[in-house]
């Protein structure tokens, strides 16, 4: 092979390196502790809540306790 094809078949192999540390990352264990961590932090980090949205559910809350 000439110099030109060694170095895009050495750009590919890089490029298959990237995409594959990329997908073990997204389906890996630690993609899934990440996803499993979100999900249960999400609700604690809102940050697009209104006032109104957030008065809505502490009075949800309130009622309910009540009961």
């Known amino acids: 092979m000439s110099d030109p094809d060694v170095e895009r078949e050495e750009e590919a ?21 990440e996803r499993a961590f979100k999900s249960v932090l999400s609700p604690l980090t809102r ?14 809350n309130d009622a309910e306790e009540r009961t």
Request: charged share 30%.
């Open 47 to 60: 940050s697009t809540d209104s006032e109104a949205d957030i008065e809505s559910r502490r009075s949800a």
């Open 13 to 33: 192999n890089a490029e298959r390196q990237v995409q594959g540390d990329v997908a073990a990352g997204e389906h890996g264990i630690l993609g899934t502790i």
